[in-house]
Each structure stands twice: as C-alpha cells, then as structure tokens.
C-alpha cells in the first residue's frame, strides 16, 4: 500500500522563498540629478536665467520650436512663491510661446539610470514632483505635466495645478504609470535608451506668461512580480512528492 510522504523545507530555505515573494513588490529608488533644484547655487533671494538646473536638459535633449524661460530661483525672490518647498532654491519654468513639436512649453528632462530595454509589461514607474504657481502672472497652472521620455512618445499625465492648489503653495504631483506592451514596443522600435523622466507644461494653446514652479523630483521603480511569485510557489510545489 502507498503512501503519501510530505518532505518538509529546511526553514531557512523556506524563509528565502517567502523573502523572494515577499521582496517582488519592493520599490526601488532611482537616482536622480539635481532633484531639489540647488544646483547651480545662486545668490540669497536671487535668480539665474537661460539655462536649465544643473544635470537637466530642454526636452529630453532638444529645445523644440517653443520659447521658453528658465529660471532657478533662490528663496522669496518671486511674489507669490515664498521659498522652496525644501531647501532653498527651485526651478521656475515660464512660456512665452506653444511648442508645437512636443505639444509642452518650458519642460526639463533627464536620463535616469532604469533602462527601457529592461523593462516589462506590468512594471511600475512612480514619479512625484512638488509644483505651486504664481498668480500675478497670466494663465495659472492648468496644464502642469510629468512625463517619460518627452518627444519621443505621449507618455505623460497632466495635472490642473489651479484645482489643486492656491497660488504659492506646494503640493505634490504623484503619476504611477504601469508600463503596457505598447509602450515597450515603441521603446523596442525607437530603440530608446534610459527612462528620461520632464517636467513642465503640456499646452496645446498660446499660454504666454504662465509660471510654475517645481521642486524635489523623485522616482521609484517596482517590476512586476506575478512571475517571481509563481516561481516560488511553484518550487514549493516541487517539494511534494509520493514515496512507496
């Protein structure tokens, strides 16, 4: 007669499986250049004009057909915007003109270290960025935007900085963006290098005068973790077998 026989895990081994399942939601912390803005350092109360904050670039690395100003801006400076939301600087982006090329106006970007060609379908890429706006300026703050790779795919989410807010006061912009097969696809066919994460405006209209400010840029990653779950359960599975 058979009989059935359990073998039982070495509790240590089973505590890795369960550190492994446990462990394949665990966001990682991308790295990024100048979040908060303090770079370069401009004098007390003072401003620095023309050029992008240090280790950021116009669009992803192209200036687009919009003009734009960029400002890094040091404490109270500005009416309506009394310092940064950390620290003592920020970045003011304010356009002058629609870019028509990348629908956006006044938008900084950087190559972050997470490669597109290793991600997959269902991972998770979680930005957030602290953004308040002046109103003594025309047209508010309505099309406050976050993107991935700016021109080079329609991977954004846009924010009404306006209904989110009062003039002067930071509040924080959180886009968790699931990556789908169509983007991988695009990422495959561009052969896209490094996640390049902008911020800045989306306006498809001429909003000349708008400012808005931003401040400590920060990103996570999370792959998808189905796979790794079911690799675990199924190598507990394995460890049941019948025995004569």
Not at 109 to 114: E, G, I, K, M
Not at 128 to 153: F, K, M, Q
Not at 185 to 204: E, P
Request: glycine share 10%; hydrophobic share 40%; aromatic share 10%.
């Amino acid at each position: 007669m058979k009989k059935s026989t359990h073998i039982l895990l070495p509790l240590a081994t089973f505590a890795g499986l369960t550190f492994l399942t446990a462990t394949a939601h665990a966001a990682t912390v991308i790295p990024m250049t100048n979040p908060g803005f303090e770079s370069p350092d401009v004098a007390t109360n003072g401003i620095q004009s023309g050029s992008p904050p240090t280790g950021w670039t116009w669009n992803g690395g192209t200036s687009g057909s919009g003009t734009v100003n960029s400002h890094v801006v040091d404490g109270a400076l500005l009416p309506g915007i009394a310092d940064g939301h950390t620290g003592d600087q920020y970045w003011l982006g304010e356009a002058t003109s629609v870019d028509f090329n990348y629908q956006s106006q006044a938008v900084i970007a950087q190559d972050t270290s997470l490669n597109w060609a290793d991600l997959s379908a269902g991972d998770t890429i979680t930005i957030s960025v602290w953004a308040t706006y002046r109103d003594d300026v025309w047209h508010g703050a309505t099309d406050t935007a976050i993107w991935l790779n700016p021109g080079e795919a329609s991977l954004l989410n846009v924010w009404d900085l306006t209904s989110l807010t009062t003039p002067g006061v930071w509040t924080e912009l959180v886009w968790e963006y699931e990556i789908t097969q169509a983007s991988i696809n695009a990422a495959n066919a561009g052969s896209w290098g490094a996640v390049n994460v902008g911020i800045g405006f989306a306006a498809t209209v001429y909003s000349p005068g708008q400012q808005v400010a931003f401040d400590d840029v920060s990103m996570t990653y999370v792959p998808e973790s189905g796979s790794l779950a079911m690799l675990c359960l199924t190598g507990v599975c394995f460890l049941r077998r019948r025995r004569g």
